[in-house]
């Protein structure tokens, strides 16, 4: 590489940090430009948000005779049919989707990968135009290649994850994304189309002083929850307390401020919901696969999120997510509570 020139795209990034892994054929990399494609796809689409009101709304036919789409519905079609045309996709599934999509063309029968996503995260924000986001995974299939993939491969654990990241939709657009190796943020150069490294080798603080949640949810936590958010709001000068409290209400944004500035975020259980609300397939998995690479830790409650062996698509799983010292210092007042009660 030119040592003068300063911008590393994300297609020249990953193809030299996939050659690290023994066997590495390219199709991984492949793969993440193929993410990437449909990302700024839906960014064109995200940042005409505004003008909804005057383009037509769902369901109404704009001046060229096209049907305007929900941005969510738009994302999601945009990551199928970009994907359906990858060499290296063998199939989908999605928040939006009931089912997994299996794709039976010949190329796709012989892909390796299998690519989970949440197409548009935090779409109650598109009207006040706060930060949204896309959520990917990508899982090596466990299936015979030569013919379509199979549920199984969509139903492996998070530890068994390839990579995994995010797009934020935010004051500008960036994809972070991680593999075992490392998690790496890009940003979107907007004059030339690409998206650029800016944020290498990104680690999570180990030390966080911001906690993220519905704190509006309190009445319906358990005694430990409760317990532990009177700990971050309690003013005690040596650790720096009391914390300050972030929500925006779109786990990628959330989850992009803990990862940069350290902080947990949590959706924990409550109780009109034993599982939280965030699913494990799409959200979790993905993010706490993003923290682990970063130095953060992400867990259940129970045990590690990327240990829970999923048993459908759309399973839903509470979590606790960011700096190592706040994630377990939350699990400690759970467990505590959890003795006491
Ligand atoms: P989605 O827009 O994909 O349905 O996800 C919304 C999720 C997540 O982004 C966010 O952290 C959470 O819902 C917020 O939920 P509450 O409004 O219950 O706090
Ligand atoms: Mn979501
Ligand atoms: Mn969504």
Not at 173 to 183: D, H, N, Q
Request: with cysteine.
């Amino acid at each position: 590489m030119n040592p003068k020139r300063k911008l590393i795209t994300l297609d020249e990034f990953t193809i030299q940090e996939t050659r690290q892994f023994p066997n590495a054929t390219g199709e991984l990399s492949a793969l993440l430009r193929d993410i990437g494609l449909a990302c700024k796809i839906i960014n064109k689409q995200v940042l005409k948000a505004g003008l909804v009101d005057i383009l037509g709304k769902h369901g109404a036919t704009n001046v060229q005779g096209e049907e305007q789409m929900k941005l969510d519905i738009f994302a999601n079609e945009t990551l199928i049919s970009v994907l359906q045309n990858s060499a290296d996709c063998a199939g989908i599934a999605s928040e939006e989707n009931d089912n997994a999509v299996c794709f039976d063309d010949e190329y796709s029968a012989n892909s390796k990968y299998v690519v989970l996503f949440d197409p548009l995260d935090g779409s109650s924000n598109i009207d006040v135009n706060a930060p949204i986001g896309t959520i990917f995974s990508i899982y090596r299939r466990v299936s015979p290649l030569g013919q379509p993939c199979t549920m199984e491969d969509f139903l492996q654990p998070g530890n068994k994850l390839m990579a995994a990241g995010y797009v934020i939709y935010g004051s500008s657009t960036m994809m972070v994304y991680a593999t075992k190796l490392s998690v790496n943020g890009f940003t979107l150069e907007p004059s030339i189309g690409e998206f650029c490294l800016s944020h290498p080798n990104l680690k999570c603080p180990e030390k966080g002083k911001i906690y993220s949640i519905n704190q509006g949810n309190t009445c319906k936590y358990d005694d430990g929850m409760k317990a532990f958010l009177n700990y971050c709001m309690e003013s005690n000068k040596e650790e720096g307390r009391p914390y300050s409290h972030r929500y925006i209400g779109s786990m990628v944004a959330d989850m992009h401020r803990t990862l940069i500035k350290g902080g947990i975020f949590m959706y924990p259980a409550d109780k009109s919901n034993a599982n939280g609300k965030l699913r494990l397939q799409y959200e979790c998995n993905p993010m706490a696969f993003l923290m682990a690479a970063a130095n953060g830790l992400a867990s259940t409650g129970t045990g590690n999120v990327l240990d829970v062996v999923p048993t459908e698509l759309h399973q839903r799983v509470p979590i606790y997510i960011g700096s190592k010292n706040l994630v377990e210092k939350a699990l400690e007042f759970k467990h505590s509570a959890v003795n006491v009660g």
